[in-house]
């Protein structure tokens, strides 16, 4: 998956449910490169969750993230 392929799945799931995506996940198939260039250029950021979990989720960096 590409890194605009990548993003573009993320935007999808947050017009979907307004939720970012479990960060753990991702980077356990093989999305680490493409997540880490994503931050650094500001499209993303990690977000841990302390209330409910103590997940990681990536969320965009453009709106409010659940």
Avoid: W
């Avoid at 998956?1 to 995506?21: I, R």
């Avoid at 990690?46 to 990681?56: D, G, Q």
């Amino acid at each position: 998956m590409t890194k605009k392929e990548f993003y573009n799945a993320v935007v999808g799931m947050y017009k979907q449910t307004g939720q970012g995506v479990p960060e753990r996940m991702m980077r356990d198939h093989g999305m680490s490169g493409v997540i880490d260039e994503l931050i650094s250029d500001n499209l993303l950021k990690s977000v841990r969750h302390h209330f409910v979990t103590s997940e990681v989720f990536l969320c965009l960096t453009k709106g409010y993230c659940v």
